[in-house]
C-alpha cells in the first residue's frame, strides 16, 4: 500500500564462525548490563522525527475515516470457507515477500518452504529513550498480552523474558533512534546482525514496522531468532497493529497478499488486529501434520484436511 506497510524479511544466519549474510563476522555474545542507560539529559525528537510523528497520525486517521483498520474479530461482510483458507495459507506460510541480494532485502514474491520455530520463543523488549515510562508499560502490556494469545493458538512454548536472553526482540524505536543507536545495541543484542542494522538505519517512513526472521544456516527452515522494529512515532491503533502483524509473522506466516481477507496479511490495513482468519492460518502452521520445509506441491494435498479441522475447532 502507498500510504505504508507492515514487512516480513527473512534471512538466514550461522551463528559461529561466519555468516550466510554476505560474509561477515558473526556477532559475539556481550553481557547485557548497559542496554537502558539512563541519558544525562532527556533527549529530544528531532524535526525529523516530529514530522514521522505526525504524518503516521494523518495516516491513521484518513485510513479509519475510510473505515480501515478494523478490529473486528469475525466481521460477518467477509466469510471464508476451508478452501480460502488454503489458498490463502499457500500464499501467507509458503511464499516469501522479500530475498536476499546485494547485500540487502529485495522485494520480490518468491516460492519458500514452509517454516516455524522448533523451539521456545523468549520475547525481549526494547524501547527507545524518547519512549515514555507510560507508554513503556501500555507496550509491555500489549506484547505480553498478544503473546499469551500467540501461545494459545499455535501451542508453542512463549514467553516474556529480558533481552540478555531472548531470541526474540521487539525494538520500539524512533527515527533518530534507529540511525543512532541500532549500532550500539547490536553489540549486546546477537540478532542484530550487519545487514539487520543497515535495513533499520535505512528503512524509510512507508515501511511502518518489520520482521526480520533469523534461522541457522544448518537448520534453514527452523527459526532461530527474530527482530522486530515498531517504530516508535505510531499513535495506539496503528501501533498496536503493527505489535499483532509483526509478532504473528515473526512465528513463520511471512507473505502478505492483496485477496487475502478478513486479514491483517493485507497491505491495504482494511484490518488492523488479528482476526478469527489469521488464527486459523496460524493453528493451520503448527499443525503436527505439517512439517518444516515442505515446498507448495508437498504441503498441498494436506492442506484441505488440515484448514477443515483447524475450521471446526474455531467455531464462534
Avoid at 8 to 25: N, Q, S, T
Avoid at 35 to 46: D, E, W, Y
Avoid at 86 to 99: G, M, R
Avoid at 184 to 192: N, S, V
Amino acid at each position: 500500500m502507498k500510504n505504508g506497510q507492515h514487512k516480513m524479511k527473512i534471512g538466514h544466519v550461522l551463528f559461529v564462525a561466519l555468516m550466510a549474510l554476505a560474509g561477515c563476522e558473526a556477532p559475539t555474545q556481550v553481557a547485557m548490563s548497559n542496554v537502558h542507560p539512563k541519558p544525562a539529559t532527556r533527549p529530544v525528537a528531532s524535526d525529523e522525527s516530529q514530522r514521522i510523528k505526525s504524518y503516521y497520525a494523518s495516516v491513521q486517521s484518513r485510513l479509519v475515516a475510510q473505515g480501515k483498520l478494523r478490529q473486528e474479530y469475525a466481521p460477518k461482510d467477509a466469510p471464508f470457507s476451508a478452501d480460502d483458507l488454503v489458498s490463502d495459507f499457500e500464499k501467507v506460510a509458503l511464499y516469501d515477500e522479500y530475498t536476499l541480494g546485494n547485500g540487502g532485502f529485495i522485494e520480490k514474491q518468491t516460492i519458500s518452504t514452509l517454516r516455524r520455530w522448533n523451539k521456545p520463543v523468549r520475547i525481549g523488549l526494547y524501547f527507545g529513550p524518547l519512549v515514555t515510562p507510560k507508554q513503556r508499560a501500555i507496550d509491555t502490556r500489549s506484547v505480553s498480552r498478544f503473546a499469551a494469545r500467540l501461545a494459545a493458538i499455535s501451542g508453542l512454548k512463549i514467553r516474556m523474558s529480558n533481552l540478555k536472553n531472548a531470541n526474540y526482540v521487539v525494538m520500539f524505536l524512533n527515527r533518530d533512534e534507529q540511525i543512532s543507536l541500532t549500532p550500539k545495541l547490536a553489540e549486546t543484542i546477537p540478532q542484530l546482525v550487519p545487514t539487520i542494522v543497515q535495513e533499520i538505519q535505512n528503512s524509510p517512513r512507508n515501511i511502518f514496522c518489520v520482521a526480520y526472521a533469523l534461522s541457522d544456516a544448518d537448520q534453514p527452515t527452523e527459526y532461530s531468532g527474530v527482530v522486530i522494529l515498531i517504530k516508535s512515532e505510531h499513535a495506539r491503533i496503528m501501533r498496536n497493529s503493527c505489535i499483532q502483524e509483526e509478532m504473528t509473522q515473526a512465528l513463520g506466516l511471512a507473505n502478505d497478499g492483496p485477496d487475502i481477507r478478513p486479514s491483517i496479511f493485507n497491505d491495504d490495513e482494511e484490518f488492523a488486529t488479528l482476526t478469527r482468519h489469521d488464527e486459523i492460518l496460524l493453528k493451520m502452521l503448527y499443525d503436527p501434520r505439517l512439517r518444516v520445509g515442505m515446498t507448495p506441491d508437498h504441503a498441498r494435498p494436506l492442506l484441505k484436511q488440515v484448514a477443515e479441522d483447524a475450521l471446526k475447532q474455531s467455531r464462534i
